[in-house]
């Protein structure tokens, strides 16, 4: 009985009506599919046309092999189910990875699948967990972990958490699950187990490599570069909530100048429109935008102007698109998808039509006055109970493609973009999935508190994306919600937060200020309101020179954060490199989360807690110098280090 088959450079298994296909794709790396009655799909959500790569496939009774350079898959039938069972190993015989076995009368099965009686599976995909492991990536979640071997994770987007299922392992692989679906993974001790709620196939990739730079340019590959940052991502970027009118935006950037502080980009935030959805500003509070866009390039400054995916009940646009299929549809209930400030619904982003639609209205209101980048709000998207089940798409239900939808947003300004001839479009998004990096996601890390406990975290979401391949990532220096500038304590944690902000991938100030300003329409109407004043002057006298010292240091360091730029771009690596990313040799590296490497020449230690004043930092072995003292170090051991308020402790590599 042939339960195997060889169809041109793939391995086939078929038995009990399950059909089995791995693939090479790309360099020493290879796709896994699986499905039930039928053949299996190439559906793209992520991954891109691979390489060609020579293969060898030896088939020999009960098993069979695949090798695609470094990466071998070795499939093994038990005599008593005859299941097939998958084992990955590198050039040097070493395991990598393995699917459960079924454990005789236990009858496990590493790729289950559980029908919806008249429509499609819940899918379960089982792995034996290595004790020794450590895994990293997995995209952007609130907690204070890096090492997320002991953890359960949701796949699922929310606001501030972006579920990008990328994992590096310390073993040496890199492990995609290519699948869009609403679901979970738990990498437990005794079991890695990838959950998804509702999908039509399995489809996992895996590589290998001998370092995690390798394992980014073998996921970079397959599944797309960054673009080139633009010059204007490279210094700094000034924001609040919210700059409500045209002068009162203009003042700003003309008080930057007078001040001879540089900055990149100014942001004009949400509710700048009539409403939601109608994508064009307020004439009453902003009447003549091509004059302001205007003065602010003269200035140097490029204007990032914020667009929502939501489509207001009352917008000019939402009869129209409702009409003609191009907004995410409830499937019970209000098509209402959230409730702010007024009743909306999401237009869908996986519709080429609606993209279409969306995009020429943004280039006749937006691009077509010299706005050249856009703040991409509420990509998760943000509906109001998170009740994944309950959304349509043109591709699908939300609960079996919803986490695409991040990707597809950003694809809609990209492609439009590039179709106007612009170069390297970078777009700033709250939210990614695998892939999203392609089409110039510079994503931060959503409305978080303005606590200590999560600036913490913020560390750790940053190198985990980084990991996860959005080497674009910001955060709202100081936080988004509850920080107040005049209160001593906050002041403290900004000027913290401020000084981290210097070396992160884009250095960017935001957050909701308090007290906030009621803003009224000219018959007395109030609107939105907006948070209080958010400039670097905003902090008092204390704060001010160590705020310009970090601005200034941005500068300085520009060429240097170009050539980072271009190493993302070109090699798919982060700017904020994990320790154990640089030093995958030092063990002590592979347990840190509180410093890391910003490039491969500054070690970047911030301070963390309220009232520190020193911090132990660990330097891998050779040579470096603290950056603002010029005190050198021979490294290979931990040391504590002065940390007064008007630095962090930074140490160039030697």
């Not at 204007?232 to 935006?249: D, I, P, S, V």
């Not at 006298?541 to 050539?563: H, S």
Request: with cysteine; net charge negative.
């Amino acid at each position: 009985m042939n339960y195997y088959e060889q169809s041109g450079n793939e391995l086939i298994w078929r038995n009990k009506g399950e059909t089995l296909v791995i693939t090479p794709w790309g360099e020493d790396s290879l796709r896994v599919r699986s499905t039930i009655q039928g053949d299996v799909s190439d559906t793209r959500f992520a991954l891109l046309e691979p390489a060609q790569t020579d293969v060898t496939i030896a088939i020999d009774g009960d098993s069979a092999e695949i090798i695609n350079g470094r990466l071998t898959a070795k499939i093994e039938m038990d005599g008593w189910h005859r299941y097939a069972r998958i084992r990955f190993f590198n050039q040097r015989g070493e395991l990598l990875l393995s699917e459960t076995a079924p454990a005789n009368a236990l009858a496990l099965k590493a790729r289950k699948f559980e029908p919806y009686l008249g429509g499609d599976f819940a899918l379960t995909a089982t792995f034996d967990g290595q004790a020794d492991e450590r895994l990293y990536g997995m995209g952007q979640y609130q907690e204070e972990i890096l090492d997320w071997k002991g953890c359960t994770l949701e796949l699922a987007h929310r606001n501030s958490q972006a579920s990008v299922p990328f994992v590096m392992s310390s073993r040496g692989y890199g492990f995609l699950w290519h699948n869009p679906a609403i679901g979970s993974v738990s990498f437990g001790a005794n079991r890695t187990t990838w959950h998804a709620e509702s999908t039509k196939q399995l489809d996992y990739w895996i590589t290998c490599g001998d370092t995690p730079a390798e394992i980014s340019l073998r996921y970079a590959r397959a599944t797309g570069f960054a673009p080139m940052m633009p010059e204007y991502g490279l210094g700094f970027w000034q924001c609040k909530l919210r700059y409500w009118n045209q002068e009162q935006l203009l003042a700003v950037a003309r008080e930057y100048v007078r001040r001879g502080l540089k900055i990149d980009v100014i942001v004009c935030d949400f509710f700048h429109w009539p409403r939601m959805g109608d994508y064009r500003f307020d004439p009453e509070f902003f009447p003549d935008p091509a004059a302001m866009v205007k003065e602010l390039k003269a200035m140097g400054i490029e204007l990032m102007v914020s667009v929502w995916p939501q489509v207001a009940l009352t917008s000019e646009n939402y009869a129209e698109m409702q009409q003609q299929g191009l907004l995410v549809r409830a499937e019970y209930g209000e098509q209402i998808g959230m409730r702010f400030v007024e009743d909306s619904m999401f237009y869908d982003a996986t519709n080429p039509r609606a993209r279409n639609y969306v995009w020429k209205k943004i280039k006749q209101n937006y691009y077509d006055l010299g706005i050249r980048v856009f703040w991409l709000d509420e990509a998760e998207p943000e509906y109001g109970t998170y009740e994944f089940r309950n959304y349509r798409y043109y591709i699908g239900s939300n609960q079996q493609v919803g986490n695409v939808y991040p990707q597809l947003y950003a694809r809609n300004f990209y492609d439009g973009m590039v179709a106007e001839g612009q170069e390297n479009p970078v777009n700033l998004l709250r939210c990614a999935w695998a892939g999203s990096q392609r089409y110039g996601a510079l994503v931060w890390s959503g409305d978080i508190m303005s606590r200590w406990e999560d600036f913490r975290r913020q560390i750790c979401a940053g190198l985990s994306m980084g990991v996860a391949g959005i080497p674009w990532w910001t955060t709202d220096i100081g936080g988004f919600h509850d920080g107040w500038p005049e209160d001593p304590a906050f002041r403290e944690l900004f000027i913290r937060w401020f000084q981290w902000g210097c070396y992160c991938p884009v250095m960017r100030l935001h957050g909701d200020r308090k007290p906030v300003e009621r803003v009224y329409r000219q018959d007395g109407t109030e609107v939105l309101p907006s948070g209080a004043a958010n400039e670097v002057w905003s902090y008092g006298e204390e704060a001010y020179p160590i705020l310009v010292k970090y601005m200034k240091r941005r500068e300085e360091l520009r060429d240097y954060t170009r050539e980072l730029m271009r190493q993302a771009h070109e090699q798919g690596i982060p700017l904020m490199r994990a320790m154990f990313y640089v030093f995958p040799e030092d063990p002590v590296c592979a347990g840190l989360k509180d410093q890391y490497m910003f490039g491969d020449l500054y070690l970047v230690a911030p301070v963390l807690e309220p009232g520190a004043r020193k911090k132990l930092v660990y330097l891998p072995a050779g040579g470096w110098r603290n950056v603002d003292t010029g005190e050198v170090y021979a490294g290979g051991e931990t040391i504590e280090v002065s940390a007064p308020l008007e630095c962090i402790p930074v140490f160039e590599r030697m």
